[in-house]
T-cell receptor, first 114, second 109 residues
Framework: EAGVVQSPRYKIIEKKQPVAFWCNPISGHNTLYWYRQNLGQGPELLIR????????DSQLPKDRFSAERLKGVDSTLKIQPAELGDSAVYLCASSSSGSFNEQFFGPGTRLTVL | GQSLEQPSEVTAVEGAIVQINCTYQTSGFYGLSWYQQHDGGAPTFLSY????GLEETGRFSSFLSRSDSYGYLLLQELQMKDSASYFC??????????FGTGTRLQVFP
C-alpha cells in the first residue's frame, strides 16, 4: 500500500512569491491534515479535512494561506505571498475516520523563503 | 489551553534502556500517542495509550497515568537506528491532537 505522497520535496522561493504544496493521502483515509514543523519543534496543525470539508482551520493564517481538498482525496496548500517566517517543513498526514491518534505522515516539503 | 513537556535531549549507549517522559495539561484528554522522526524523515506512529497502564510493542513500551497527567516511552535494547526525535502527542476533545516539542535521542556505540 502506498503511503502519503507529497510534492515537491523541496522548494526555494523569494519572499512575496506564491507557493503551492500537493498531497495525496493513503487510499481510503477520509481525514487529511496539513502541519507546519519548524526546526526543533513538533508538528503544528494548520488545517484538518474530513472528506472535502475543512473541519478545523483555526490555526491557518487565512490572510495568506489557503487550502482545498476537491473531491475529498488530493489536497493543495497554498501560500500567497510567502514571508521569510514561512520557512519550515510542511507535512501532510492522513488517518482513517475516528483514528486521529494514529496518523500517517508524508515526507514533507521543505520550504525556504529567501 | 493544552501544553506538553518532554526533555529536549536524551543520550544512551547501544543495548541500554532509556525512558522518555511526557507530562501534559489539557482539558478533554482522550489519549497519549508517541511518534518517532528521523532527521529529514516523516513522523511515524509508535504507540497509543487511552487507558492507564503499560502497552508493549516489541522493544518499545508506552505507559500512561491519567491521574498524574504523565506518560513515558520506554526503549529497550537500544540500537543505533533508534537515534531520532520522539514526540508525545495528546489527543483531546475526541478528535484533536497536539504534539510536544520532541526529545532528541542520541544512541552511542
Amino acid at each position: 500500500e502506498a503511503g502519503v505522497v507529497q510534492s515537491p520535496r523541496y522548494k526555494i522561493i523569494e519572499k512575496k512569491q506564491p507557493v503551492a504544496f500537493w498531497c495525496n493521502p493513503i487510499s481510503g483515509h477520509n481525514t487529511l491534515y496539513w502541519y507546519r514543523q519548524n526546526l526543533g519543534q513538533g508538528p503544528e496543525l494548520l488545517i484538518r479535512y474530513e472528506n472535502e470539508e475543512a473541519v478545523d482551520d483555526s490555526q491557518l493564517p487565512k490572510d495568506r494561506f489557503s487550502a482545498e481538498r476537491l473531491k475529498g482525496v488530493d489536497s493543495t496548500l497554498k501560500i500567497q505571498p510567502a514571508e521569510l517566517g514561512d520557512s519550515a517543513v510542511y507535512l501532510c498526514a492522513s488517518s482513517s475516520s475516528g483514528s486521529f491518534n494514529e496518523q500517517f505522515f508524508g515526507p514533507g516539503t521543505r520550504l525556504t523563503v529567501l | 489551553g493544552q501544553s506538553l513537556e518532554q526533555p529536549s535531549e536524551v543520550t544512551a549507549v547501544e543495548g541500554a534502556i532509556v525512558q522518555i517522559n511526557c507530562t501534559y495539561q489539557t482539558s478533554g484528554f482522550y489519549g497519549l500517542s508517541w511518534y518517532q522522526q528521523h532527521d529529514g524523515g516523516a513522523p511515524t506512529f509508535l504507540s497509543y495509550n487511552a487507558l492507564d497502564g503499560l502497552e508493549e510493542t516489541g522493544r518499545f513500551s508506552s505507559f500512561l497515568s491519567r491521574s498524574d497527567s504523565y506518560g513515558y516511552l520506554l526503549l529497550q535494547e537500544l540500537q543505533m537506528k533508534d537515534s531520532a526525535s520522539y514526540f508525545c502527542a495528546v489527543g483531546y476533545n475526541t478528535d484533536k491532537l497536539i504534539f510536544g516539542t520532541g526529545t532528541r535521542l542520541q544512541v552511542f556505540p
